[in-house]
Every structure is written in C-alpha cells, then in structure tokens.
C-alpha cells in the first residue's frame, strides 16, 4: 500500500510510510519530487501503482542520462531505486543503492533520508545492530525526528528478546484482511491507538485477525510508545 503523506523532512521530497514485512513498523519517506527527471517522474508513478519492477527500471534508466554522478537527482534516485528494491524484497541490492545515495548526499535532509531508508532496510534484514547504528545517526542529526525516535525505541525494546518457536500460520479471513488494511492506512495516518484498538476489537470479532500477530504487536508496541512520548 503506497500513500502521499506529511513531508516532515524538511525539503520538497514526498513522505510515505513503509511497513516492514517482516520484524518492524517503519516509515520510509523521500521519494524524489517534481525537481526529477522524466524517467524519475515516470519511476514516481509506477511506484504508486505498486509496480515495483517498473519503478526501479525507470529509476535505472533515469541514471543511466545523469553524466553527473553528484547532483540532487542522482541521490533522490538512488534513493527511490533503493525503496522500488526493497518493496521487491531485494534487500541487497537495495541496500547498496542506499549506500551510494548516502555517499552521494551533501545535504542533511539527503544525509538524514538515506540513513533512516538504510536502517528500515538493516532492519527488515535481521541487522538490529546495523539499524540502531542507523538510527542513531538520524537523531545525532535531527533529534526531533519522532519516527526515527520510534522506531530506535522499539529496537531497543526488542533487541534481545527470544522470538521463540513461531507457531503454525493462521489464513486470514477476508474481513481480517480489510481490518489490517484499515489499521496500515490509520498507521501511516500516525494514528496508532486508534490502529491498535481497531485491532483489539477485531480480533474478538474473528479469531484470524491473529494472522497478522506480529504486525498486532508491532503497532501496539508504537502506540505505547506514542502515549509515553512527551
């Protein structure tokens, strides 16, 4: 799921969030602005209609006509091909396009941008050590930066902990499917109570609501978080 929400990174780019498919719930924002190129603009759109594949071909494309390896434009789409990578699950190669985008970045909105993508990227990789490194960075640089506080905090709480034996997989049931839809769109909404409690209720409503346990625990990690914030 792909949607435009508040840029609180200072500078023209989009914000989106991203959840991670597997160990956190993280948001990834800065997609590259009107500023791109064609082949980035073209990259922008297929990545809001989820075309992953296409997106990163268009981002490659729009590389390939930059002759100036440190512009803003070759940052924002080493930055965007890292985020179509990652989508794919390609977290290598995703992983090193956010390395040359971090290389690449002379500003601290860029700086900032490619070391939270690279921690969301560690993360979801099983790299908890490498996230926190991450992390810590983006709040050395921008301090007020809440997502980058959260998600460093639920890190913190869970590095550590055992996950133990997973138990067998539960098939959601189509109404659990759109309950988890809901709770993503009040996620990236930053609304997580109000996710987490939607959350709650449906599980007593229909028991494979439970299919989706760790994303539960995920987002009522964040909203504790978020009720504990000053």
Known sequence: ?????????????????????????????????????????????????????????????????????????????????????????????????????????????QRVRALFNAATVAAERGDRDAALQYLEKVLLRRPSHADARFNYEYLKRRRGGGEGAEPPPI??????????????TLVARRQYTTAAALLKDGVRKDSTVQAYRAFITRVEDIAQISRSAP
Request: hydrophobic content about 40%; charged content about 25%.
């Open 1 to 109: 799921m792909y949607e435009h929400v508040e840029d609180r990174s200072g500078d023209t780019d989009h914000t989106q969030p991203m959840i991670a498919r597997t160990a956190l719930l993280l948001f990834v924002f800065g997609l590259l602005g009107d500023t791109a190129p064609e082949r980035g603009r073209e990259g922008n759109a297929r990545f809001a209609e989820t075309k992953y594949a296409a997106a990163a071909a268009a981002y490659r494309a729009g590389l390939r006509a930059l002759a100036d390896t440190t512009t803003a434009a070759y940052v924002g789409l080493q930055n965007n091909l890292g985020l179509a990578l990652y989508r794919q699950g390609r977290l290598d190669a995703a992983r090193a396009a956010l390395r040359r985008a971090r290389r690449a970045a002379t500003t601290e909105p």
């Open 171 to 184: 098939e959601p049931s189509p109404f659990a499917q759109r309950l988890k839809d809901r709770a993503e």
